[in-house]
């Protein structure tokens, strides 16, 4: 299954027969007593950072790291047939949440909380929106290792300013938008549709808004009929209301978003507004840049729903990417060490910094003001910092196949060929 909701760091794999490059050599596989491998995706920016610190590392200790990159695409599988084999990693990348919490639940995974606690200036360097997503009852597993990327909405200012109008702040708002924008024949919503990831990002607000942070914390956690909340119900109907109101054009359905299709459309002005994570500014600057240039590039938190029961301060999608420590590792204390004197070291978080990422790092305000997208990277921080709760993005969670599952049935949903109701008694089917 590809990684949806895209890192824009993270770059395509060259060659689908070749799954792993080690990055250091060494060992001739997991569990020498010497080595402990760390496994990561291919990311030709985090990467070297990677490998500088695990280099600085080695330099002190009698105990080596060695970095085995895997590409994006089949690294989700490699790591669930390994963890529990004699080929395992001893330090492992994942996306929080259900993702870690299927090794967590076969006792595959080191339990941090007691080293965290012994190193508290460490363990509270971190976002608690972000940390807490790598922590399962009570107890931690894992700490973040890079940029975090809440999804919000991007708009085109100069076509704002011609309507008259100004970012919302409700949902009821953005609903009188789609009116204001279809009166100057401009399409309100560009939705890349083709790419069913885009539609989870509008489901995943509105569940998150309407009914609270609980209510896919029950879906990622397999309650018995957690699909089955009246908040996925009108999150799915408010969705459908959308389609019906044209507020993605007539369509949507067609827009990819691979090869610049949606960013074009809002740069020409064409469309006013994008539901996208933080790669929307990389891709802007790489395919629209005179646009980029122009500083019409604007971003909006997703607003209130006036009736909902969610917090209007969470943030939905891939809070970032964390390392954790398998349970039988020769060596949980060294690999403890590396993560505690790297993770959030100056060294680390600036490279970060310098790569166009927004470490969840306490503090780093006046880093990011001196950076290079420094006005969005800044208002992105202190939107993750001011958030109560960040939901993980869905199809990153969940199960694979209920993930591949549910994003199917949303393109269902979106083009009429799905009842809300039908697609909840398929998905309580599947899990």
Same mark, same amino acid.
């Given at each position: ?16 027969? &070749? ?94 909380? &007691? ?137 949507? &359905? ?178």
């Amino acid at each position: 299954m590809r990684q949806h909701f895209p890192q824009h760091r993270v770059v395509a794999a060259a060659s689908a027969g &070749a799954l792993l490059m080690a990055t250091a050599c060494g060992q001739s596989g997991p569990g020498a007593d010497d080595t402990l491998q760390v496994w990561a995706v291919e990311d030709e920016v985090l990467n070297p950072l990677l490998e500088e610190s695990i280099a600085d590392f080695n330099a002190g200790s009698d105990v080596e790291l060695e970095l085995v990159t895997i590409q994006n695409d089949p690294y989700k599988e490699r790591l669930q047939v390994a963890m529990g084999s004699p080929e395992r990693p001893d330090i492992f990348f994942n996306w929080g949440g259900g993702n870690l919490g299927q090794y967590v639940d076969a006792g595959q995974v080191y339990d941090m909380t &007691a080293d965290l606690d012994d190193n508290p200036e460490f363990r509270d360097a971190f976002l608690p929106s972000v940390l807490e997503v790598a922590e399962l009852d009570g107890s931690v597993y894992g700490v973040p290792m890079q940029g975090t990327q809440p999804v919000s909405f991007f708009y085109n200012q100069e076509v704002f300013d011609e309507a008259g109008a100004e970012p919302p702040e409700t949902y009821a708002e953005l609903l009188d938008l789609v009116e204001v924008f279809q009166g100057e024949e401009v399409t309100p919503v560009v939705l890349p549709g083709a790419a069913s990831w885009t539609l989870l990002m509008w489901v995943s607000y509105l569940v998150d808004r309407v009914g609270g942070a609980e209510v896919y914390a029950d879906i990622s956690r397999g309650a018995d009929g957690a699909w089955d909340d009246p908040a996925v119900i009108e999150a799915l109907e408010r969705s459908q209301d959308l389609v019906d109101e044209g507020a993605f054009g007539s369509d949507f &359905a067609a827009v990819d978003w691979d090869g610049g299709q949606a960013t074009t459309l809002l740069a020409e002005g064409e469309a006013a507004m994008i539901l996208m994570g933080p790669w929307m500014v990389q891709d802007v600057e790489a395919n629209a840049p005179e646009f980029y240039e122009s500083g019409d590039l604007g971003w909006f938190a997703f607003p209130e729903v006036e009736s909902g029961q969610g917090d209007p301060s969470a943030v939905v999608g891939p809070p970032t990417n964390y390392f954790s420590v398998h349970a039988e590792t020769d060596h949980p204390e060294v690999a403890m060490d590396w993560l505690i004197d790297s993770m959030a070291s100056d060294e680390y978080v600036q490279g970060l910094i310098d790569s166009g990422a927004v470490p969840p790092i306490e503090g780093i305000e006046d880093d990011l003001a001196d950076s290079e997208r420094a006005e969005f990277t800044t208002w992105l921080y202190d939107l993750t910092e001011e958030s109560e709760h960040f939901t993980p993005a869905w199809d990153q969670d969940l199960d694979p196949s209920e993930a591949e599952t549910m994003l199917t049935n949303f393109s269902l949903v979106f083009e009429g060929d799905m009842t809300p109701e039908e697609f909840v008694a398929d998905m309580d089917d599947e899990s």
